[in-house]
């Protein structure tokens, strides 16, 4: 299983990044995804998730209006598309897998490595 984040970087306040994650080694498409993040010295905390289809989005309030989050199925790859971009922005963006089997309760949970977002002058 891997799920490999790109597209961060520094960029100044105001501007944008996309950031990407190609997933492989697990059925894709039957996945929730999500992305977090986790600024230093903070708890990581959820910024997007998106659910299997792609036709269901939600937000941390903190980034609503600002970020889209949306997935290819065909690509088996998830994407952040971060707009107007704030200082408090800066963190490590990581990919979140999850699954929970209906019949077992089975969970699965897949992490990235994480790509790191500065925002600043």
């Known amino acids: 299983v891997q799920l490999v984040e790109s597209g961060g970087g520094l960029v100044q306040p105001g501007g944008s990044l996309r950031l990407s994650c190609a997933a492989s080694?697990?059925?894709?498409?039957?996945?929730?995804m999500s992305w977090y993040r986790q600024a230093p010295g903070k708890e990581r905390e959820l910024v997007a998730r998106i659910d299997t289809a792609g036709g269901s989005t939600n937000y941390a309030d903190s980034v609503k209006g600002r970020f889209t989050m949306s997935r290819d199925n065909y690509k088996n790859t998830v994407y952040l598309q971060m707009n107007s971009l704030k200082p408090e922005d800066t963190a490590v963006y990581f990919c979140?897998?999850?699954?929970?089997?209906?019949?077992?309760?089975?969970?699965?949970?897949?992490w990235g490595q994480g790509t790191q977002v500065t925002v600043s002058l």
């Open positions: 080694g697990f059925p894709f498409s039957s996945y929730g």
């Open positions: 979140n897998a999850y699954r929970e089997e209906i019949v077992t309760g089975r969970i699965s949970n897949y």
